[in-house]
């Protein structure tokens, strides 16, 4: 795949990436697959990767500020 900023490959890597969630509240998902940009480093996340991601992100509640979470598939 090539990425859409630059035209260069894209690979796979696991990289921990943060989500904002609420106003105040911050989760980072660890070791998420994702697609990178060996050039420009963009990155994309696949569709099922996504999905669950979001199934990750509806569980956690609002009470911490920052919560890390590892990523499972």
């Known amino acids: 795949m ?3 900023v630059c035209g ?3 690979t796979r890597v696991v990289s921990d990436l943060p989500f904002k969630t609420t106003d105040r ?5 660890r070791s998420l ?3 990178q940009c060996g050039n420009c480093t963009e990155y ?3 569709d099922a990767v996504l ?3 979001d ?5 956690v509640g609002g009470a911490a500020e920052l919560e890390v979470i590892r990523y499972a598939a």
Request: hydrophobic letters at 60%; charged letters at 20%.
């Open 51 to 53: 999905s669950r991601v």
């Open 8 to 10: 260069a490959r894209m």
């Open 33 to 35: 697959p994702v697609l």
């Open 2 to 4: 090539k990425c859409t």
């Open 55 to 59: 199934e990750i992100l509806a569980t």
């Open 44 to 46: 994309l996340i696949e």
């Open 25 to 29: 509240a911050i989760v980072i998902l």
